[in-house]
Nanobody, 117 residues
Framework: QVQLAESGGGLVQPGGSLRLSCAAS????????MGWYRQAPGKERELVAT???????NYADSVKGRFTLSRDAAKTTVLLQMNSLKPEDTAVYYC???????????WGQGTQVTVSS
């Protein structure tokens, strides 16, 4: 099993910034993919950004140029820097982890991000 510990999130005004962190522990895989998905009320869960253990990133078009995903040297923690936040970024953000390239996903418990004035 893999455990995911999320931190960050909260309330921010439009145009502001937040940073989310997710640390993986337990039976982690040497070749893996980590990242974030989000789910707004009444909508499907959607990709935000992912990064492989090799460093390849993938971003949703809606966050390109505003969000940056990085991971530490141990490749067990990812940081999502969110800048120029918009009200439409409001959602519950879930950390994601899976064996690369094909593995069942593990999910964090979710953290709320609210962008509002």
């Amino acid at each position: 099993q893999v455990q995911l510990a999320e931190s960050g999130g909260g309330l921010v005004q439009p145009g502001g910034s937040l940073r989310l962190s997710c640390a993986a522990s337990g039976s982690i895989f040497s070749i893996n993919v980590m990242g974030w998905y989000r789910q707004a009320p009444g909508k499907e869960r959607e990709l935000v950004a992912t990064i492989t253990s090799g460093g390849t990133t993938n971003y949703a078009d809606s966050v390109k140029g505003r969000f940056t995903l990085s991971r530490d040297a141990a490749k067990t923690t990812v940081l999502l820097q969110m800048n120029s936040l918009k009200p439409e970024d409001t959602a519950v953000y879930y950390c994601y982890y899976a064996k690369w390239p094909y593995g069942s996903p593990f999910w964090g418990q979710g953290t709320q991000v609210t962008v509002s004035s």
